[in-house]
């Protein structure tokens, strides 16, 4: 199974981003998510999704940040608005299926200008 994250890039604070994650492969995720790290912090959870629709958000994006998936479409979308210089980050894909076991992709630069 691949991971491959899209849709980062540079936006200025206040704008909006939508980052896609594809699976290949025909395997369910049952859990998907987002995760991210700053430069010089440690990777943290953004929020995460289960196959059903359930979704957890880290406190600091809750309101702010919308995860979704596409089941049919192995896609996973993160859709960011009212973007803070401190959200500035690779943004890592991540999903684990049905043994428990974790693939991750490669990541996708977000970058916020003041």
């Known amino acids: 199974v691949q991971l491959q994250a899209s849709g980062g890039g540079l936006v200025q604070a206040g704008g909006s981003l939508r980052l896609s994650c594809t699976a290949s492969?025909?395997?369910?995720?049952?859990?998907m998510g987002w995760y991210r790290q700053a430069p010089g912090k440690e990777r943290e959870l953004v929020a995460t999704?289960?196959?059903?629709?359930?979704?957890r958000y880290s406190d600091s994006m809750k309101g702010r940040f919308t995860i979704s998936r596409d089941n049919g479409k192995n896609t996973m979308y993160l859709q960011m608005n009212s973007l803070k210089p401190e959200d500035t980050a690779v943004y890592y894909c991540?999903?684990?299926?049905?043994?428990?076991?974790?693939?991750w992709g490669q990541g996708t630069l977000v970058t916020v200008s003041s």
């Open positions: 999704i289960a196959w059903g629709g359930t979704t």
């Open positions: 492969g025909s395997i369910s995720l049952v859990i």
């Open positions: 991540t999903g684990k299926n049905l043994r428990g076991v974790d693939y």
